[in-house]
């Protein structure tokens, strides 16, 4: 084969893999956009109602630990703005969220809007892929944002390394220095370690279920390779799409690149047994509910409570000291985001 004919072939493959990675992308999308907002009678009879208010807790301590009055924050992957009353809480004075999928969005502008609420900040909502985008230029009268956080959704970066630096400069780029970067993502050791214990190659429980393809047979992973080891998860009445392993050696060391040093990072079972020694977390979790009264078996079950297994808490803050007058004291008030007013990027 000529050289021009090799590099032809490998500008097709690279073409190939490029629309493979945004097809896998779209899949996410169209995967969170169809899930439609669950009323009140649906939340509660879910199959996980636990593990659902189990996460809520987790966000919520995540949030009362970092986020402080007046801060300004971005969401990136922000769903259904199932966060948004957990920052109205926190006080802070200025939210921008940001989703690929516009479903997920379009609710979480209904849910803002929702004048029962009274929310108390001005909030934007931006859909886009935010693995893919640059969103500098875009926030540049938004940023600096004192927290950045990414719930349940660091993952869908992790299909190439071009995708994970794309999430990181932008973390990076619109923080200001000392501010935190803060989340929730599957623990690949979990994933790891239950996919060696298996028979084959899926494995799971009642509620979850997670699918590695035949070319993992082996069941070894090189560390030369940290990008796009995919699997199919499955978590009832929630999940049903291609998630990316997140090898979190590597995860720290492409966030100091981009200047975010580690500052945090549990298993969900040690998060829970090591914040619920306080009691004002305590009392939030008997609130919230998730471990209920233990009546009637109104409690997390141990599938739940084994799902919640495979996640973790991570927390990030970006080198240097702010000086005080840069922490963004925003407080304007709230108003209705109307349809025309979400920016869409594509
Ligand atoms: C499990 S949901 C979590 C939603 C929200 N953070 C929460 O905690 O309720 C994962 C979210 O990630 C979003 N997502 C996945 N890939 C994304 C991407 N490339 N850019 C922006 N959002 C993405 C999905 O649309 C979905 O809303």
Known sequence: MSSSAGRKRGREDDDAFVDETRKAARH????YSARSNQSREERESSPIIHLKKLNNWIKSVLIKLYVQRGDSVLDLACGKGGDLIKYDKAMVGHYVGVDIASGSIEDARTRYNNRRQRLSFPARLICADCYEVSLEKVLKDDAPFDVCSC????????????????????????????????GTMPDSNV????LREADGLQYGNNVYSIKFDDSFIEKQFQASKPF?????FKLEDAVDCPEWLVPFLKLKSLAEQYNLE?????????FVHEYLQQPNFDELMRKLGPLGDGTNGDCISEDEWDAAYLYLVFVFRKTGEAPIHQRTMRRRSWTTIKQEEILHLS
């Open 191 to 194: 994933i790891v370690r239950k």
């Open 151 to 182: 719930q349940f959704a660091l993952h869908y970066s992790w299909s190439t390394e071009e995708r994970a630096r794309k999430a990181f400069s932008n973390v990076s780029s619109l923080l200001r220095p000392g501010g935190y970067f803060i």
């Open 228 to 232: 796009g080891i995919q699997y199919h």
């Open 262 to 270: 580690l500052v945090m990072k549990k298993n969900f079972h040690e």
């Open 28 to 31: 996410v999308a169209e995967h």
